[in-house]
């Protein structure tokens, strides 16, 4: 097959190597409300100094909250400022 890449880079793959890996354990996942971004964005500071290294982590907004929510119920919160939505695949929290 083709690929591409940036600025039209083009090229045909013609060799792949895999390593294949024990699979790890189960992830754990965790959602956190918070009052504003800004509050979101100090938590995300504070974890991420503690060395961590989630395997994900996303944020919502209020808006992006209740759009979702418009769309489909995940029994968001819609008035709080912002989630937090962590996983983790570490073997400790």
């Known amino acids: 097959g ?3 890449g940036s600025e039209g880079t ?3 793959i013609v060799e792949a190597t895999l390593k294949l890996v024990p699979q790890g354990p ?3 996942s965790a959602l956190a409300t918070f009052p504003s971004v800004t509050a979101a964005a100090e938590a995300v500071s504070a974890y991420m100094n503690t060395g961590a ?3 994900m982590l996303e944020m919502m ?3 992006t909250i209740a759009m979702v929510q418009d769309m489909t119920d995940f029994g968001l919160d819609t008035s ?3 989630v ?3 996983q983790s695949d ?3 929290a």
């Open 26 to 28: 189960d992830p754990l």
């Open 10 to 12: 083009l090229g045909v």
């Open 61 to 63: 907004d209020g808006t």
């Open 53 to 55: 290294q989630p395997s």
């Open 80 to 82: 709080v400022g912002a």
């Open 2 to 4: 083709l690929f591409t």
């Open 84 to 86: 937090l939505i962590m």
């Open 90 to 92: 570490a073997t400790t």
